[in-house]
Every structure is written in C-alpha cells, then in structure tokens.
C-alpha cells in the first residue's frame, strides 16, 4: 500500500497503470471524509474514530493531507504522533499526504490513494483535510459521509461559511467543546442550517458536541455516522457516481492542458500570452477560442 501510494504521489507513469489494474476491485470501502480548519483537532478525532471502528470490526486506512502551510508546518508528524495508539495495529494503515508539489493534483492523488485503501480490502477509509481550498473541500464531498469539524470561537463559523464546507457537511461537529462558546458555535450553525430547506425525510446534518482529547462525544459521533450510513444506503451508488464523475471530469481537465502545454503552448508562449492580454491586445476567450480552435485542426 505504501509503495502504491508512493507511485501515485509522485505521479510516475507507473500510477495510471497501477489504478487501471485495481479499480475493478474498489467500490466497497465506506469513505468518511473529515474537514475542518488548522488545529480543530481533526487528528485527534480521527484517533477516536480509528478505535470506535476497530471496536466495530472494521479494517482502516487513513489519508490525512498535510497542508504545509507556515501555520501548521510539521503537521506530518502531528498525524503521526496524534494517531500514535494505532501505529501497532497492522489492521490500521496510516499515511500523511503532503500538498506540496500537487499542483490541483492534490484531490487525484488523494482519491487515488483511497481507490488503493479500497482495493487492499480497508473497510472503512478516512480522508482528513484542512476545509481550506476548493481541492480540499472537493475531496470531502465526495466521500461517502463528510463531516465538518468546527471549534468554539476564533470566527471560525464565518470562515467556515466562506470556504464552503457549510454545504458539504452531513454532520457537523463542535470539538473543543470544554472550551467556552461550544453552545454559542452550535446555535451559530443551527441558525445557518435554519436557511436551508430540507424534504420530508431528507437527512438534516446533526451537530455533535465532542472532546477528542477525552473522547467525550466520541461514541455519539460513532453512532451518528452509522445512522447516516443507514440514512443515505439508498444515495451511495449516487454518490460513487458523483465521485467518479469528479475524478473523470479532473482527469479530462488535466489530460486536456498536459496536452497544450507540451503540444502548443510551452511555459514562454504561455507568458506572451499572457503580456497580450494584459496589454489588451487580446481578450481571455479569445485567447482561448484560438487555442482551442488550434488543437481541433490538428486533430483533423
Ligand atoms: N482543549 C481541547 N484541545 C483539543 C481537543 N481536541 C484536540 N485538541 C488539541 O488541539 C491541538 C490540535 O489537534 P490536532 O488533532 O492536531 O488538530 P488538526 O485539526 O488535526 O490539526 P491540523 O491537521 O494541523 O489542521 C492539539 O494540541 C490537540 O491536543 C479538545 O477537544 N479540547
Ligand atoms: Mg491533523
């Protein structure tokens, strides 16, 4: 799994065909997604989650991606340390991912190394990332329960709004909560939860109060997680679909500009492309019209 994993992170053309041998044995993993801001205490939780799940019978993997930011720097080690209970267990795989050097490649490589997880047999996988960028964000919706870690004051609830993973959550979670201000963070998201409009029997996000580092809460989570499991059997082949949907629209993407890059468009074309736009010579979709056309007469 390790030297799988390595392969696709360092995007080796080994990795496509790698994916392409396994796939046919993945889709039976259930993916928990965790997001949140730095320092929530996502780590930790996921430590309580492993021992809930194993408790449960469950084989894990676990993907936390390591932001690198100057804020968290040394967050590796923080995974690793916090995860620390597991590290005996060889039912419990564990590995940091770093965003560095992943250009918008970071969802592939993550969703990647999960599709590895699911094909060793990992029964469940959890996916940790800092709730910051689109990348991240879209890592996480696409799992098959996102959860939303939240903490008591710092603004975060705005932050939160602002990144968007308000929409992603299927449970929300307060951590912290022997801080002051817990009730004060639940009431914020409930008044939030209170614009949205939900069906007769559609799931309305739950928020959970916890405290990862006495595990205060943690059986409830554990509980909620299997209630949305049950909730939302019905929506999983919807939400694979969504998954692979996401992965072969991003594949596309990046295959696509691969293509321009290497075929037409190389790093000093690129650039005075750029200076004639900023020079008003020409317009972005002009711009991308002329390339566009370029690469279809080729084709032909
Ligand atoms: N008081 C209190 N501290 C907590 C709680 N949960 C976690 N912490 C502490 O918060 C700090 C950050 O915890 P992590 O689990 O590393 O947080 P994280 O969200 O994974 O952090 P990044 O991955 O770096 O974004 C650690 O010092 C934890 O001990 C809690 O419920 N209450
Ligand atoms: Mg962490």
Redo the contacts with the bound molecule.
């Keep these: 799994m390790a030297r799988a994993i390595s392969l696709i992170e360092d995007e080796t053309p080994g990795a496509a065909a790698l994916i392409r041998d396994i796939f046919p044995h993945t889709g039976r993993t259930y993916l928990i997604g965790v997001t949140?801001?730095?320092?929530?205490?996502?780590?930790?939780?996921?430590?309580r989650l492993i021992a809930e799940s194993r408790k449960a019978g469950d084989t894990l993997g676990v993907i936390?991606?390591?932001?690198t930011s100057p804020?968290?720097g040394?967050?590796i080690l923080?995974?690793r340390?916090?995860m620390q209970a597991h590290a005996q267990d060889a039912d419990v795989f564990i590995r940091s991912m770093a965003t560095r050097g992943h250009m918008g490649g970071l969802a592939r490589a993550t969703s990647d190394a999960a599709l590895v997880l699911d094909a060793a047999g990992k029964s469940v996988v959890i996916i940790?990332t800092?709730g910051v960028g689109q990348d991240e964000v879209d890592i996480v919706r696409t799992a098959d329960v996102s959860i939303v870690?939240l903490?008591p004051g710092t603004g975060d609830d705005v932050q939160a709004l602002k990144a968007g993973i308000m929409e992603i959550a299927d449970i929300f979670v307060v951590?912290?909560?022997?801080?002051d201000g817990a009730d004060r963070m639940v009431t914020s998201i409930e008044s939030n939860l209170a614009l949205q409009i939900f069906a007769e029997g559609e799931w309305r996000p739950p928020i959970l109060k916890?405290?990862?580092?006495?595990g205060?809460g943690v059986p409830e989570l554990w509980d909620t997680i299997r209630r949305f499991r049950a909730h939302s059997e019905g929506a999983r082949e919807r939400r694979l679909r969504a998954r692979n949907e996401y992965r072969l629209r991003d594949l596309l993407t990046h295959r696509f500009m691969e293509h321009i890059e290497k075929e037409m468009l190389g790093p000093v074309e690129f650039e005075k492309l750029l200076t004639r736009i900023a020079a008003r010579e020409i317009d972005p979709y002009t711009a991308a019209s002329d390339i566009l056309s370029k690469v279809m007469a080729r084709k032909s």
């Design positions: 949140g801001p730095p320092g929530a205490g996502k780590s930790t939780l996921v430590d936390a991606v390591d932001p804020f968290t040394g967050a923080g995974d340390v916090r940790e800092v870690v903490v951590n912290k909560s022997d801080r916890t405290e990862a580092t006495t205060v």
